[in-house]
């Protein structure tokens, strides 16, 4: 049972380089989405997805890229790092935005920006 | 916009006791809440739901209860064990969409650590 498989676990990058987070679920969910969490706060959302094809910004979009191509993945891109992006994103996915409560998540990335 | 918060950050209880985690909410139009569980290093993982509807629902060993009058959500943990110690968290659903995009407001979490 793979679930939410999120790559790469820790990542280190530079101030202005770009990177790809890569997520892939193996439960034919419609909905995926991606979080980030930082100390002292929720979970706050970044993008998210319906279905493949289709995506929509979240609560904090800004600096990130989200494509749907297939109801697998749904990988996020840095496009150039700073280092308030420094956080524990976690990617997360559900049988419908109807059922949007009941997330499974992926055991998350950890990202550094220095 | 509104936030979901925790009256405290960290409790700490006996193996074998029962364990309780609250949730304050402030917005009256949330129609949903969610308790997730997150150890450390992993990602949340989502324990148990209630509508707004009920007020209360009993799942393995966790039951959630709903006080609408004061916006009061709790998590009770029957025979606490070492494996049920993690970071908890709620989450609240505004379904017209107050919370971000798909509803859900979480809250910070409180670390819930056992002692033997």
């Known amino acids: 049972n793979a679930g939410v498989t999120q790559t790469p676990k820790f990542q280190v990058l530079k101030t202005g380089q770009s990177m790809t987070l890569q997520c892939a679920q193996d439960m034919n969910h419609e909905y995926m989405s991606w979080y980030r969490q930082d100390p002292g706060m929720g979970l706050r959302l970044i993008h998210y997805?319906?279905?493949?094809?289709?995506?929509d910004q979240g609560e904090v979009p800004n600096g990130y890229n989200v494509s749907r191509s297939t109801t697998e993945d749904f990988p996020l891109r840095l496009l150039s790092a700073a280092p308030s992006q420094t956080s524990v994103y976690f990617c997360?996915?559900?049988?419908?935005?109807?059922?949007?409560?009941?997330?499974?998540f992926g055991e998350g990335s950890r990202l550094t920006v220095l | 916009g509104e936030s979901v918060g925790l009256h405290l950050p960290t409790l700490s209880v006996q193996e074998g006791d029962n364990s309780i985690i609250n949730c304050a909410y402030s917005?009256?139009?949330?129609?949903?809440f969610i308790w997730y569980k997150q150890e450390s290093g992993k990602g949340p993982q989502f324990i148990i739901d209630i509508r707004s509807n009920m007020d209360k629902r009993q799942g393995q060993r966790v039951t959630v209860l709903l006080n609408k009058t004061v916006k009061h959500l709790s998590l009770q943990i029957a025979a606490t064990q070492p494996g049920d110690s993690a970071v908890y968290f709620c989450a609240e659903k505004d379904p017209h969409s107050g919370g971000g995009a798909d509803g859900l407001t979480f809250g910070k979490g409180t670390h819930l650590i056992i002692q033997p």
């Open positions: 997805s319906v279905g493949a094809g289709i995506t």
């Open positions: 997360a996915s559900s049988y419908s935005i109807g059922m949007v409560g009941e997330l499974f």
């Open positions: 917005n009256s139009a949330s129609d949903y």
